[in-house]
């Protein structure tokens, strides 16, 4: 069957990357280039637009993802085609996609219909080799380490404590847990390790929440990579190799410029997951997209308990802005689901699975609320909704006073959310802005967990493991109370249960572990399964993938 996303992509008329740097104001001086329709922009031009006025930066959302799907990213990018339509001078900023996802099941990140990203190909693939980059960090980080255990260990390291793990940018689960040093002496000390994939890094973390380089050296001497046998921490800082990383990341941390299908200037920046990271794009890409134009599209992994959630108490206290004004996408599809129909009945018109799905809509609308942001639902269309579907959603947000507007950017691109720009302008315009975060960073890592839990995913209790207490008490002995929390949880569910959809209440999160990520400013909280290096599905999307005699790829998506 024809991937029509990719044929869109491959059709599509794309402005040499010069050409949109300069409607940007950028001069050739600023962008290094990657080929003709790629391009960083170099860390210069933060520096030279320090005194031009800051754009508005607009966050899109979503409910718990199904596989039904949302178009979070779709939605992104046509909302950015839509500012640029009606005259705005807007710029979209995105996460890179993973390599291992794109190979996977979730495909890639650079939209879809004629709302995508393009080069698609390369955005999807290798890129401009930033999570090369990042991958390379890591596993210097971890050669260094099992080098100082092998010539003497004077730092004292216990092998058994070592929490760095390695890092490929692939979904393999065979790594999560691997031997390392056998074979003899000459080979080192044997140890156990695993991997990691390359998003759920604290470099990747790190790359992407720093403001500039030497912020980013600062960052890279602050990760903890083990402890001594007295359970003393180890940095990178202690290693002495905070230079070298910081080295190895001289060009990745550099924003890539390229475009949408309509021509509309993209910055396509870091890529962390929002289940097991914070899930944002970079902030230097943000801020630096603050400078170029007046509006900022931007949006956060997963549903708005995980990335929004994330993008507010994280990003912008580390960033220092405040959000314009919240989208959160829903599609009748994805409701149905919440609300009971399983995948393979959701083409039959239902719309008392809709009501009852709405309820996981209207817990993300309460989260935002409580962050005291103006917001609009974008209805993302699809060919299967029907009349009566659509104009039952649309009457359930009315009769709540919920700003919304259909979107049928996936068909229409730009032309598809002009009624959701206008919208979105005018909630800006006429709304007040009360932002405020979740917790205040003097909260100890339990109050802002807990905070989290029951003002955002509206559970009643949280549990602590034996083993989290102890961190507790210990993180608190380090002065490192003062970090933020990231969560490391299920998409599917508000809940740490991701059989759980709609809007689950009176649940208790537990729990079971704390990872201490001092380098990127916060403390990850395990819950449930949630792994760091996800595996493939029984068909991986790579089956479908080729490459024709003459270069042009096939079966991305």
């Not at 001069?27 to 508005?56: C, F, M, R, W």
């Not at 959310?417 to 802005?433: F, G, P, R, S, Y």
């Amino acid at each position: 069957m024809e991937n029509i996303d990719l044929r869109i992509a491959q059709e599509a008329k794309m402005k040499k990357i010069i050409e949109i740097a300069n409607d940007l104001g950028l001069q050739e001086d600023d962008i290094e280039l990657y080929g003709n329709y790629k391009a960083k922009i170099d860390l210069s031009v933060i520096k030279k637009l320090e005194t031009a006025p800051n754009g508005k930066v607009i966050l899109v959302t979503a409910i718990n993802p199904t596989p039904a799907g949302e178009g979070k990213s779709t939605t992104t990018v046509g909302l950015g085609q839509a500012f640029t339509k009606i005259g705005e001078k807007a710029i979209i900023a995105l996460r890179e996609p993973s390599f291992g996802p794109v190979m996977g099941i979730k495909g890639g990140a650079a939209g879809g219909g004629y709302s995508q990203v393009v080069p698609m190909e390369d955005l999807n693939l290798h890129f401009t080799g930033d999570i090369h980059a990042i991958t390379t960090a890591n596993n210097a980080i971890s050669a260094i380490i099992d080098n100082h255990l092998h010539q003497g260990n004077a730092l004292n390291i216990d092998p058994r404590r070592i929490s760095w793990k390695r890092a490929i940018d692939m979904n393999d689960r065979a790594l999560r847990g691997i031997a390392i040093g056998l074979g003899g002496i000459g080979n080192g000390i044997p140890r156990e390790d695993g991997f990691n994939i390359t998003v759920a890094s604290e470099i990747m973390a790190v790359l992407c929440l720093s403001s500039d380089l030497e912020d980013l050296k600062v960052r890279v001497r602050r990760i903890v990579v083990a402890d001594t046998y007295k359970r003393e921490p180890i940095t990178i800082g202690d290693l002495g190799i905070e230079g070298a990383v910081t080295l190895i990341l001289k060009d990745a941390i550099k924003p890539n410029l390229v475009q949408t299908l309509e021509n509309t200037p993209a910055l396509i920046h870091g890529g962390p997951f929002a289940n097991i990271a914070h899930g944002c794009n970079s902030i230097i890409a943000t801020n630096m997209g603050r400078k170029l134009a007046d509006y900022v599209i931007t949006e956060a992994g997963f549903g708005a308990d995980l990335g929004a959630e994330k993008f507010l108490n994280i990003k912008t206290h580390q960033a220092g802005f405040t959000p314009a004004a919240v989208v959160i996408v829903a599609t009748i599809r994805a409701l149905k689901m919440h609300g009971g129909v399983s995948k393979k009945e959701l083409g039959p018109e239902n719309v008392e699975a809709l009501i009852e799905g709405v309820s996981n809509l209207e817990r993300h609308i309460d989260t935002v609320k409580e962050f005291g942001l103006p917001y609009i639902v974008a209805i993302n269309s699809f060919i299967t909704d029907t009349e009566a579907e659509t104009k039952a959603l649309e009457t359930y947000l009315e009769s709540n006073n919920h700003p919304w507007s259909l979107s049928e950017v996936w068909e229409k691109g730009g032309e598809g959310a002009v009624d959701l720009a206008k919208k979105l302008i005018h909630e800006i315009d006429t709304k007040e802005n009360n932002f405020k975060r979740i917790y205040d960073q003097e909260d100890d890592i339990r109050t802002k967990i807990e905070k989290v839990v029951t003002k955002v995913y509206g559970g009643k209790n949280v549990e602590f493991t034996s083993k989290a207490k102890l961190q507790l008490k210990k993180f608190k002995r380090l002065g490192w109370n003062n970090l933020s929390v990231c969560m490391a949880k299920t998409q599917y569910s508000v809940s740490d249960n991701p059989k759980l959809l709609g809007r689950p209440t009176g649940f208790t999160i537990t729990i079971r572990e704390l990872r201490p990520s001092v380098g990127a400013g916060f403390i990850v909280a395990l819950t449930g399964d949630v792994m760091t290096m996800p595996g493939l599905p029984k068909v991986p999307a790579a089956l479908k993938m080729d490459i024709d005699k003459n270069g042009v790829a096939q079966g991305l998506f």
